[in-house]
């Protein structure tokens, strides 16, 4: 059984009567962005602010200059081969995080990660979620360098 859902319910309640009433038109969405009428159902933004909205996406990117590749950023073969080394200890769990030091416990996700983001220190396990929170802190902490210099 599929759970009530009440803007589900409501499509289909607004379906069952276009169905029945051929002057009934589905009433028009504003945009998200300019609040003018949308210009398609599918979608939260008008073409124009979705234009823009791409625009400017693309422009962040460039912005951050080249993507690098897995290896330029240090994600290799040497580090493939280094997971593998690691994995079996980390799999038996008997690792502690090199972020949080708390155990890895067996079967939990986990990434190779520098130690303080150090890329001459060899890559050591530590738990996925520590390792993602610690390097969207160390890209927030360089963005603001980045913007103060
Ligand atoms: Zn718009
Ligand atoms: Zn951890």
């Given at each position: 059984?599929?759970?009530?859902d ?34 398609s ?21 460039a ?23 690691w ?17 890895i416990?067996?079967?939990s ?18 738990h ?22």
């Amino acid at each position: 059984m599929a759970k009530y859902d009440p803007k589900m319910a409501a499509f289909y309640r607004r379906r069952a009567k276009a169905r029945l009433d051929p002057e009934f038109r589905p009433p028009v969405r504003a945009c998200a962005g300019c609040q003018r009428p949308a210009t398609s159902s599918r979608h939260q933004l008008c073409d124009a602010c979705r234009e823009e909205s791409r625009q400017r996406r693309n422009k962040v990117w460039a912005d951050r200059g080249p993507r690098l590749t897995p290896k330029e950023r240090g994600y290799g073969p040497e580090h493939a081969r280094t997971r593998a080394r690691w994995k079996p200890e980390v799999d038996a769990g008997g690792v502690a995080c090199n972020i949080c030091g708390r155990l890895i416990v067996q079967g939990s996700p986990w990434h190779l990660s520098h130690p303080n983001d150090d890329k001459r220190l060899e890559p050591a396990p530590a738990h996925a979620k520590c390792n993602i929170q610690f390097a969207a802190a160390v890209t927030a902490h360089r963005r603001r360098r980045e913007r103060n210099t």
